[in-house]
Nanobody, 117 residues
Framework: QVQLVESGGGLVQAGGSLRLSCAAS???????VGWYRQAPGKQRELVAS???????NYADSVKGRFMISRNNALNTVYLQMSSLKPEDTGVYYC????????????WGQGTQVTVSS
């Protein structure tokens, strides 16, 4: 089973950018990957996903600001976040997804993103 590890979070001012990385322990060629976030006191939510075939979906709240991409050669999925807002603050996780959108791995540590106003 492919394991995923998140990195790249940090503290950034509103309007800034960050790039998160989701590094896999094996080949990601045939897997779907989603980026999720959990804000303090809120449920975890899906913000972006990319299928093995490159199909991409975004939550309405991040459309036009976030971009998900994958590099199969490096076994890594990225989340480029721009025009960050304080409401983007939270712990960001990546996970494998079934074709039906079900998460397949146990959750990792995630990476903290804090956007200051």
């Amino acid at each position: 089973q492919v394991q995923l590890v998140e990195s790249g979070g940090g503290l950034v001012q509103a309007g800034g950018s960050l790039r998160l990385s989701c590094a896999a322990s094996g080949s990601i060629f045939s897997i779907n990957v989603g980026w999720y976030r959990q804000a303090p006191g809120k449920q975890r939510e899906l913000v972006a996903s990319i299928s093995s075939g490159g199909r991409i979906n975004y939550a309405d709240s991040v459309k036009g600001r976030f971009m998900i991409s994958r590099n199969n050669a490096l076994n890594t999925v990225y989340l480029q976040m721009s025009s960050l807002k304080p409401e983007d603050t939270g712990v960001y996780y990546c996970n494998r997804m079934s074709n039906g959108g079900i998460t397949l791995n146990f959750w990792g540590q995630g990476t903290q993103v804090t956007v200051s106003s």
